[in-house]
């Protein structure tokens, strides 16, 4: 057929090897295949659910759990609802995220940088750090932290004893809790104002670097204005606080702040984890920075501390800050193995427990699915923001 | 005039060579670096002699009892005695030679694709990506040649592990390539469909991949179709790994130069003929370290089946420390675990490594 | 080389998919030719692989005598270990055929999960246990103790109610099975572990030194443990009821596995229709009339099952108590076999 349109003169390919149609038949074939697999799996599930009598939709949100869980940042006892169970889930996942985040990316820093010290036995000892814990599955850390190294610490009765005020044992760590009491809002107003203070200060600063050059060392007066403004004004409004005290009443220890030892293994395996990570990260962002520039910075007479804070991390910074989001996502990820040692996080409360007790797996897992989906997107987007905010503007 | 005769030339001084020399430069250039190498050479000294004590001098190996145990130092003879159901879960004994020859196999192909002169790699290798999984899957299965059948309850073990991971690698491979030509494709729907698969796996945890396959994918299939627990694992497994693969394979494809995709076309080939002839076969060898650090990543992560209930060398492992019979040596069997997974995924690292660097210096 | 590879992803992927109707369980079951059974992932006495990965106990006895009166082989039987998470997940998608894994009977899950409860082989209820050095005696001193319970279990709702009624505060501490359950209890992260009395008898020998703790006498709720399968398949639901029933209705009949074959003979016109001697009760199930002496034979009748697994013939060694027949006092009654 082809080379009939050939022979009427038309050098036109017939359509299907027309590659702009084959392109559109394609995508149309690919969308039909999708939309087709789709309502293929939800006719199913709908089918088989309702063949077995399971009951489908949300409305088990709004029933009344009935059980109770050990640590939550609001509210909650047996007669809140399977929702509310969603959102002390959630919290606790976004604490231990949070807490991980912070500790993982100090630790990291200081192991990355280390890695590169001058000092062969210390940089020796970071390499031999990296390789070893991240060679080694996430899941075992946790589990050692918490089965292995619990088993070793003391009954609430022999705790770790700290100024009668700090406990230390196998219940978990327990510290005097402040609680305020009332006119604290005056302390709160003092610290707004000490950070208010503070980025005035710096502004100024700036601005004085930039007209004539002079620096002035703004750390420390900075820390003094944070610190002491408030605690000038606390004293002077009469201490509005108090602390309170665990005690060891019954069993356990009551009042103060509890950390519990399932937060402390899922922290510690997770901060060690991925701090081990991150000092690559970190390691390979300062190589990116040419030595060129060490070595200008040492020209000017820059101390160490000074060529590191002020030459090398904020160049390092933009290798440094794709991946570091990539772990801070996988962290996050990873926190969900929560529910081998039962900390209760989302997917061992809401996704474990919860579908327990309502047997409504898809609706569930879906709210699970999308809640880690959300908090992935979200981030990477505002790091991309944020990478580009800082990226290199070139001519 | 006499002829100009150059000085000899002067040693240098003797703090700055030999030992000394290096122990100056390297370990004690001011005072704070001083006092840090004294408490680093004092925390490693102290801390390897109480770990070689406690795991080598004080330990028992020989017995098969905990009370041939002293409990000075660690207990080997929980491991020693437990070792084989560690390797080779529920297996029946008289079939764990299959296994061994499973192994065997893997060794051999292992070691000749490591060697840098073995003739006809490209027939090797495919045959460890697709004649290897086959065999091995009858092999473990049976049910063919007159080997007894082996349901998949009763792998565990080290061979769980090492069958989920590497089913895993060796089926998220091709998906990944055909995501990542997706994802780089000039159709926007194409490109959209494989953007979101790979964003949707990427940004949920493994461990609600794996609780999705394990409960809700006989759901998702019309009544009838049914499949077993370790091979829904391994679907989800496959899911979850194939989108990290195609990103590993993109990164692969952007580093081809365009010149070699309009050279193709200019040549008159088709867009199958352009990826597979000239783009992939240059790509792939630029991915391989990429593809053995996803390898490692999931071969960590097989560990998490635990979750739902398959028992792999971890859970076979934390179900021993159960055993009336040898509670409270949960530490050995951890650093046992520990040492197994680590000598795999840093072998693999430093083999990735050499490669890194080996096709790094044929490029320049 | 793409081709070869989906191509084998796919026979790899193939061979494992066999089928199963939704339907009609018993076709399906003997046409696989074995009975899918969910069990516990471990718990002595009722449901425990041994060292080569061969289950015993009263839960897995209760699938064998489903196979044995299906398929007229006890061991035919693939078991599949649940861990209280996914059980019943597990069960309404098809993956097993039916859940015999300590399972309570309540109201929530027999209307709204699509199941259905087809008897009761032990009468439990939740109890306590404690560490004998802690003196505690009864479990009203238990306020402000941290508990240790499995997740997904009506132990978690159960413990709630109790301690609330009772005005006293707990911290729940909650693991996946029941063996970190006890790993946590032993690493004294708390000071009660909660669960049926019989788990806690089973939970106690795992301990390192089963006499330091103590089962405390207070019995805090109901729990009719039995098997479950799935609705809308009322022939299997039959099958798996009167296959526990005819467990009990041997023990009242004195029949025993080492007796069955001369009970053959008997005159009594009960075990006559039991052992199918006498015609015709078989095929209102769909089965042979051998069917309950297949069950008998093989796996024995319901105290032959509970001593050997859970009673004096064990380490548990539990009294019968509300697991007597009902006419020694105890709850185990089966409608009559005619």
Request: glycine share 8%; hydrophobic share 50%.
């Amino acid at each position: 057929m082809a080379n009939q349109l050939n022979e009427q003169g038309k050098a036109k390919t017939s359509f299907w090897n027309d590659p702009a149609v084959r392109s559109v038949i394609f995508q149309i074939l690919a969308v039909g295949a999708v939309v087709a697999f789709f309502l293929y799996i939800i006719n199913n599930a709908l089918t088989n659910m309702e063949a077995r009598g399971i009951t489908t939709g949300f409305a088990f949100l709004n029933d009344t759990a009935g059980f109770g869980i050990i640590q939550t940042l609001v509210p909650f006892d047996e007669t809140y609802t399977y929702g509310r169970t969603f959102i002390v889930g959630l919290l606790n996942t976004v604490l231990v995220s949070f807490l991980g985040i912070i500790l993982a990316t100090v630790l990291g820093f200081i192991i990355g940088i280390a890695r590169l010290s001058k000092n062969w036995l210390i940089a020796k000892l970071a390499t031999v750090y990296i390789e070893i814990f991240r060679n080694i599955p996430l899941l075992l850390q946790i589990f050692f932290w918490y089965f292995a190294v619990l088993r070793a610490l003391p009954s609430p009765r022999e705790s770790m004893n700290l100024g009668d005020s700090i406990f230390f044992n196998v219940r978990g760590l327990y510290m005097p809790e402040p609680i305020a009491e009332d006119g604290f809002g005056v302390v709160w107003i003092a610290i707004f104002a000490a950070i208010a203070i503070i980025i005035g200060m710096v502004k100024y600063e700036k601005k004085r670097q930039l007209t004539t050059g002079k620096t002035f060392p703004l750390f420390f007066p900075s820390l003094g204005i944070l610190l002491g403004l408030p605690l000038i004004v606390f004293f002077i409004s009469g201490s509005p606080m108090h602390l309170e005290y665990p005690e060891l009443k019954g069993f356990n220890f009551q009042n103060g702040m509890t950390i519990i030892p399932e937060l402390m293994a899922l922290l510690l395996a997770l901060t060690i984890y991925t701090a081990a990570f991150i000092a690559e990260v970190v390691r390979s962002g300062i190589e990116a920075v040419p030595h060129g520039q060490s070595e200008a910075a040492n020209a000017l007479g820059l101390t160490n501390g000074q060529r590191l804070r002020l030459i090398i991390i904020p160049q390092a910074m933009r290798v440094i800050i794709p991946p570091l989001t990539n772990q801070y996502l996988n962290l996050t990820k990873n926190s969900s193995l929560a529910t081998a040692i039962g900390y209760p996080d989302l997917v061992s409360v809401f996704a474990g427990t919860t579908l327990n007790q309502t047997g409504q797996a898809v609706e569930i897992i879906f709210m699970t699915m999308g809640v880690y989906l959300t908090l992935s997107l979200t981030t990477s987007a505002l790091m991309n923001w944020y990478n580009k905010r800082i990226a290199l503007i070139e001519r | 005039m006499s002829e100009f005769k150059p000085l000899p030339d002067q040693p240098p001084p003797p703090n700055t060579i030999g030992a000394v020399g290096w122990m100056r430069a390297h370990l004690f250039t001011g005072p704070i670096n001083s006092v840090l190498t004294v408490a680093a050479a004092f925390l490693i000294l102290f801390g390897i002699s109480w770990f070689i004590n406690w795991g080598l001098f004080d330990a028992d190996f020989v017995g098969s009892t905990r009370d041939d145990c002293s409990g000075e130092g660690a207990c080997w003879v929980f491991i020693i005695a437990r070792l084989s159901q560690f390797i080779y879960g529920f297996f029946p004994e008289e079939q764990i030679w299959r296994i061994n020859v499973m192994f065997f196999i893997f060794a051999a192909c292992i070691i000749a694709l490591m060697i840098e002169k073995t003739p006809k790699k490209g027939w090797i290798s495919l045959f460890t990506l697709v004649g290897f999984p086959i065999i091995s899957f009858y092999l473990l299965n049976g049910g063919i040649f007159g080997l007894e059948e082996v349901e998949t309850h009763k792998w565990g073990g080290l061979t769980l592990t090492l069958v989920i991971a590497i089913v895993g690698i060796v089926a998220s491979l091709p998906i990944g390539i055909l995501l990542a030509l997706g994802r780089r494709s000039d159709m926007p729907v194409i490109r959209s469909i494989s953007i979101v698969y790979i964003e949707f796996w990427r940004g949920v945890p493994l461990i609600t991949v794996l609780f999705m396959a394990s409960v809700m994918l006989p759901l998702f299939m019309s009544a009838g179709a049914e499949t077993d627990k370790l091979m829904r694992a391994m679907i989800g497994v496959i899911m979850f790994q194939s989108a990290y693969m195609a990103e590993v394979v993109r990164g692969g494809l952007q580093a081809i130069p365009k010149g070699q995709t309009e050279a193709a076309q200019a040549l008159g080939l088709s867009y199958w003929k352009t990826m597979f002839l000239i783009i992939l076969p240059q790509a792939l060898k630029l991915m391989i370290p990429g593809i053995v650090n996803t390898f490692i990543a999931l071969f960590k992560d097989t560990s998490l089946v635990l979750i739902i209930g398959l028992f792999d060398l971890l859970a076979i492992v934390q179900s021993a420390l159960n055993d009336p019979n040898w509670l409270g040596f949960s530490v050995e069997g951890y650093i046992f675990v520990a040492f197994m997974f680590w000598i795999f995924c840093f072998g693999m690292s430093r083999y990735s490594q050499a490669l890194e660097r080996k096709l790094n210096t044929s490029h320049r | 080389m793409k081709k070869q590879l989906v191509s084998a992803v796919a026979a790899l992927g193939l061979v494992a998919v066999s089928t199963a109707s939704l339907a009609a369980t018993l076709d399906d079951v003997k046409k696989k030719g074995f009975v899918q059974c969910g069990v516990s992932t471990g718990l002595p006495g009722f449901s425990n692989p041994d060292d080569k990965g061969n289950w015993t106990g009263l839960d897995v006895d209760v699938c064998r005598a489903v196979a044995a009166a299906t398929l007229g082989d006890a061991s035919k039987v693939k078991y599949i270990p649940l861990n209280a998470k996914e059980r019943f997940t597990a069960l309404q998608s098809g993956e097993v055929d039916m859940l015999s894994r300590n399972t309570t009977w309540t109201l929530t899950r027999d209307g709204s999960l699509g199941l259905n409860f087809a008897g009761v082989n032990y009468y439990d209820g939740q109890g306590f246990m404690v560490s004998k050095e802690l003196g505690v005696k009864s479990a009203k001193e238990l306020d402000g103790a941290a508990v240790c319970i499995q997740a997904g279990t009506t132990t978690e709702l159960n413990l709630a109610d109790y301690f609330r009624e009772l005005g006293m505060k707990y911290q729940p501490v909650v693991f996946d099975t029941s063996d970190q359950t006890v790993q946590g209890f032993e690493a004294g992260r708390c000071d009660v572990l909660t669960s049926d009395q019989s788990q806690l008898y089973a939970l106690r020998i795992k301990l390192s030194k089963p006499d330091s703790a103590m089962v405390l006498p207070e019995v805090i709720s109901k729990e009719p443990l039995g098997p479950v399968v799935r609705q809308g398949d009322d022939q299997w639901f039959n099958i798996v009821k009167w296959s526990m029933f005819a467990l009990v209705t041997a023990e009242e009949l004195g029949v025993t596995t080492s007796n069955v074959d001369q009970m053959k003979s008997s005159t009594n016109p009960n075990v006559q229709r039991l052992l199918g001697t006498e015609a015709g009760q078989g095929k209102n199930l769909g089965l042979d009339d051998t069917w309950a002496y297949n069950i008998v034979k093989q796996v024995g009748n319901y105290g032959e099952m509970f001593e050997r697994n859970v009673g004096s013939g064990s380490a548990l060694g539990i009294s019968r108590g509300l697991n007597a027949l009902w006419t020694k006092g105890g709850l185990q009654y089966a409608p009559p076999i005619r």
